[in-house]
């Protein structure tokens, strides 16, 4: 268990932006760092991100975070499990970085 989670926490994607300054990227890594249940989990990092661009328009970041949320919706709530390697594959781009379990980017 942990703080967060008391059983196997359900796959969660953190999108977080290090220029954040509404949700700042320390939430979510706490939030990140505390399931000890070995929980499936994403970090998609997104180096001088703020709050909004990378949900905004059509510039970068945005269609990287779309097609990630995309992937990730697809393997874990309609069931594609198989698909899941997508994720990594889209989240490491030259607009971002992306960790799946271990520690994400200081």
Do not use: C
């Not at 874990?76 to 499990?81: C, E, H, N, R, T």
Request: hydrophobic residues 35%; aromatic residues 10%; charged residues 10%.
């Amino acid at each position: 268990g942990g703080q967060y989670f008391s059983t196997q926490a359900p796959p969660m994607l953190f999108v977080q932006g290090t220029l954040d300054t509404w949700n700042k990227p320390a939430a979510s890594l706490q939030l990140y760092n505390s399931d000890s249940t070995g929980g499936v989990r994403y970090y998609l990092n997104l180096p001088g991100a703020s709050h909004f661009a990378p949900y905004e328009g059509t510039a970068e970041p945005e269609p990287v975070v779309a097609k990630v949320t995309v992937a990730f919706l697809n393997a874990y709530v309609d069931g594609q499990i198989g698909r899941a390697s997508r994720i990594a594959a889209l989240g490491n781009s030259r607009v971002s970085s992306l960790v799946s379990g271990g520690t994400p980017p200081s």
